[in-house]
């Protein structure tokens, strides 16, 4: 995660080369992608229910740091966003699988996050726990 979180304050922005379809494609397609995901899992809240939820000022947030650290095509906002919600889905599964039904019937160790995902607030920890142990989401 220094790698990825160190590139915003690097001089020499990333650039991103594209293919014929205009997907990511290069050295720096993992990057790229890496740093989606944390800027991803740093700004939006877990209590969303799903990326088409999310306030389109947050994902624009995304975009914004995206351009901030890489040189991207302007017309890849969407496959940023695409990107974003893909990790998204896939921070809160992990969060679920790993975390949260793995301690279900140890409670004391859900209410504090990961602390590799310190930056999770406590009321949205509190919140995402409680639904996912909930009997609507275990159907």
Do not use: C
């Not at 990333?14 to 790229?32: M, Q, S």
């Not at 799903?50 to 496959?79: C, G, H, M, Q, Y």
């Not at 790993?98 to 509190?126: A, T």
């Amino acid at each position: 995660m220094f790698n990825v979180t160190r590139i915003r304050s690097l001089v020499d922005k990333k650039v991103v080369r594209y293919n014929e379809d205009g997907a990511p494609i290069g050295e720096n397609e993992a990057k790229l992608k890496s740093f989606i995901g944390s800027t991803t899992h740093y700004h939006v809240p877990i209590t969303y229910t799903f990326w088409k939820s999310v306030p389109a000022e947050l994902k624009d947030k995304i975009f914004t740091a995206v351009e901030v650290a890489f040189v991207i095509d302007p017309r890849s906002r969407k496959n940023v966003h695409q990107t974003a919600g893909i990790s998204f889905r896939r921070f809160k599964n992990w969060l679920t699988t790993k975390y949260i039904m793995s301690h279900k019937d140890e409670p004391q160790l859900l209410q504090v996050s990961p602390k590799k995902y310190s930056f999770i607030e406590q009321n949205h920890l509190e919140e995402f726990v409680k639904s996912r142990l909930s009997e609507t989401f275990q159907v």
